[in-house]
């Protein structure tokens, strides 16, 4: 098999030498395992928080005329709130974390193109953080994780610390994209052609390109807008020549790439967990593959669908609707083929196989609602409802946060060599299905009848809804609670996993866990697609992997 | 089909069937649902185009409910009937199928195919809200403030009113915009909605075809009050009934036209006996000082100064035309306000008794 050519002019045999004390090791980093891990415990820490604003946000809704907070400071739980979970939560778990930890390891490589530049990717995301959650110190923002001007222009001094916040975290997403998309192109095994990746690498190909491309037209509306908050240059400010539109559409230019962003990789990880668990090949990976880059395409042809009620033109109203509407195509090309996957399978409902096969019933109702809203005549009723804050919702924990409960479970014995509690998982699982679900149903119904979103008070007839949607929130939140227990308790008691306990077939299963830093003593050749279950698995070269007697491989030359 | 080998239920047998079958009934039953559903039980329609979009809205639960239906059974179906056993070898696999180009042709085409439909329906929706409604009707004008909406009916000269009454069957012509931030104007009665953004004119045309009374609602983010920014009405009342609001506020506005338009104002009274002006001063300067400075009527904080509110009779008149009296003022108090200068809680709101307006107006009085 001619493989040669496809080796990556030797960077993948590139070894760096073994990191030594706690600061090389566990802080300042090159390793992307760490840097993974370190990824995964900051988004981890800013979900708490998140979870925290989004239960403040829930108790002052249980009475309509909630007296928990003000009004003013109900604005900053929600906007803080939102911009936590996207840019702090979501979309650093997807690719700075699950990405780091997996991918390199599946096409074979030793660490991403950029070792370096990882690192600093990673230690822009905690300042991100801080400066988000110092901003309270001086008034947060109150306009939304939108902040649209002329509102974000009136909005507290730390609107202005938000900007500069949110463009550091859109700095260090530009940066991992262009690292991911090297490591993707050029670090792959010999024999890892592209058609032979696991669909998780595709679904990281095809995000790299949206985190390098979509995030820069966010940072410069960012700089724009904190420009003209500080310096009073007017961009966006209609009563001195500025377009309050502009902003809207730079800040979707950005922001609906950043939804296939926040979901494309959980498709990934769905799609490498079912198979596993079903004891069957994936079912149609060329059509899943295909659609992972026809989404991301498509996704910079529809941004300004958030936008049908601002005043577009009709013609380009209609435009966007028909783009809009053809992404459901693709999406459903992925949905059904991972329920032909399920069928004639061996299926092992562990914990991570129960939140694969949930997602696909939650994300089916949140990508259906986006269907709804593709329709302009439906969006110019349902727009900027509560019918929204159900859809994004559906999108965003049914689809993104339930794959990343499914990656957890799913990598963690890859992680720590060791089993999160089936038991507690299983309450996990189903509490928070029933949390979640209990929590954002109600909330299309009121949208659709009356209820706008970002309102601390509302209209008496809504109580009964609201008040239903809260109490399920607390069963949503205590579900999660279960799992940080699960997960801490885990590291050091959890059950021995060994090194490839679910007897899945890619390669980071292949060695040892936790990972060496060097991941492979020899870079292994590939053969073929890693999902045929009744076959020998399709490498060379992995023998000695989980040999203690085989020696580690000796950097050469480094600098 | 690439199947590399066979095993029991590998096939698409009895059961498989029948539970296809079982999914057909609950997607005609669903179907049947959706369409004979009378959504104005739960939502009113005012207007033609609500009628349109509600028919969309049906097409929408109809299609997307049988998506839902087939995904969620199968999921579950598969889930149950292919589990892992206990009696299972622990390296039992599942059946190697990698594709079907059949199949696969066929969920690439029935979506689409039902996507046309989608898009070929809301392309006519869409002209008949955009494109042929008559222009030929009345135009009304509604402006955003933070918070609250202003009407301009060119027809009266230039000025304002606090609620949009517009007369049955009669084509409607509404620009919005806005004087601050960008606001929202959605009726959710008549299922359409135009963001009013500042410096800029966005358009909606309908036709009320049901007389009632129906909520405005501000849906976009706007500050403050952007939650209490749901208090205005339109109202679409016979012609009879609008030409006689309209000639009202154009003698309102040709004899007052400084007056400030107040709506839904009390008419109960409230018992001012043995008002206590030291308490009404403790109350005043809890509640009413974060709205309304102490200085003269121009010395405005949100609400204007309320010095001489009751004795000078140069104090700009606050409702409707009339000098302020004790009696309206506790009316004002007791029912709230939503006018040209925003919002003012009502008792309730204000957590207040009838005793406190009592103290409050009593307070007022002394306040020279």
Known sequence: ?559 | MAVEHREPGAELDRQFWIVTALIAIASLAWIAFALAWDITKVLPEAVRPADLIDALFRFLLAASGVVFIVVTTYVVYFSLRYRRRADDPPDAIGIQIHDHHALELWWTIIPTVLLVALGIFSVRIFSGIYLEQPTNGLTVEAIGHQWYFDFRYPGINGVITDEMHLPLGVPVTLHVTSQDVIHSFWIPADRIKADMVPGLINTLHFTPTHPGTYKIICTEFCGTLHSDMNKQIMVVQDDASFKKWYEGWKVKNAHASNALPGTGVSSASVNLAGGSAANGQKLFTSKCIACHGTGAFDAKVVGPGLKNVLHDPAHPQLLNGTPANEDDVAKLIKSGFTGAMGHMPSEAENSLSDKDIADLVAFLNTYK
């Open chain 1, 1 to 559: 098999m001619a493989v040669a050519e496809l080796h990556g002019g030797g960077i993948a045999e590139h070894v760096h030498p073994e990191p030594h004390g706690f600061i090389r090791k566990y802080i300042f980093s090159i390793d992307h395992k760490i840097i993974g891990l370190q990824y995964m415990i900051t988004a981890f820490i800013f979900l708490v928080m998140g979870g925290m604003l989004a239960e403040l946000i829930r108790v002052q809704l249980m009475s309509p005329h909630g007296t928990l907070v003000s009004n003013d400071t109900f604005d900053e739980l929600y906007s803080v709130h939102g911009s936590t979970m996207v840019w702090l939560v979501i979309i650093p778990m997807l690719t700075g974390a699950f990405g780091n930890f997996v991918f390199p390891v599946q096409i074979g490589a030793r660490d991403v193109a950029f070792p370096w530049l990882n690192m600093a990717s990673f230690w822009m995301f905690p300042p991100a953080g801080l400066m988000l959650y110092g901003s309270f110190l001086m008034g947060a923002p109150t306009a939304g994780w939108t902040e649209y001007p002329p509102m974000s222009l009136q909005g507290a001094p730390g609107t202005s610390m938000w900007c500069a916040a949110i463009f550091l975290i859109g700095v260090s997403s530009t940066l991992t994209g262009i690292n991911f998309l090297v490591t993707l192109l050029r670090m792959r095994a010999p024999g890892m052609t592209l058609t032979r990746m696991p669909l998780f690498c595709w679904a990281q190909l095809a995000t790299a390109p949206l985190l390098m491309i979509a995030t820069t037209a966010l940072g410069a509306a960012l700089a724009a807008l904190f420009i003209e908050r500080q310096f009073g240059v007017p961009f966006y400010d209609p009563t001195r020549g500025g377009s309050p539109l502009l902003w809207q559409h730079m800040f979707w230019f950005y922001s609906h790439p950043a939804v296939y962003i926040m979901i494309l990789p959980a498709f990934g990880m769905i799609s490498e967990i079912i198979p596993t668990f079903a004891r069957k090949p994936i079912f149609g990976y060329r059509m899943i593959a295909f659609s992972s880059v026809a989404i991301a395409l498509l996704g910079f042809m529809v941004w300004a669908h958030h936008m049908f009620t601002s005043g577009l033109s009709p013609a380009l109203q209609l435009a966007f609707m028909l783009l809009t509407m053809t992404i459901a195509i693709p999406t459903g090309i992925k949905i059904f083929s991972w329920v032909a996957t399920l069928w004639g399978g061996k299926i092992h409902f562990t914990t991570a196989m129960l939140f694969a096969t949930g997602f696909i019933v939650t994300f089916t109702i949140g990508g259906l609602t986006g269907v709804y809203l593709a329709a302009v005549p439906f969006d110019l009723h349902a727009h900027g409802t509560y019918f929204i804050v159900a859809h994004l919702h559906y999108v965003l924990v049914g689809g993104s946060l339930m794959g990343i409960f499914a990656g957890m479970y799913f990598w963690f014995p890859k992680m720590t060599g060791r089993f999160m509690n089936e038991t507690l998982g299983k309450w996990h699982f189903w509490l928070f299905m029933i949390g979640f679900n209990g929590t954002f149903i109600p909330m299309h119904w009121i949208g659709l009848l009356g209820q706008p979103r970002r309102v601390a008070t509302y209209d008496p007839q809504f109580w009964s809804s609201n008040f239903a949607a809260s109490l399920f929130s607390f069963i949503m939140t205590f579900a999660i609670l279960l799992f940080f227990v699960n997960a801490l308790w885990s590291i050091r008691r959890g059950k021995p996993a060994g090194h490839n306990p679910w007897g899945a077939r890619t390669l980071e299963w292949q060695i040892p866990s936790p990972m060496p830093y060097y991941n492979f003593k020899k870079v292994p050749m590939v053969f073929a697609s890693p999902y045929h279950f009744s076959d020998p698995l399709p490498y060379r070269g992995l023998e000695g992997e989980l040999d203690p007697s085989v020696p580690a491989p000796v950097p050469a030359g480094h600098h």
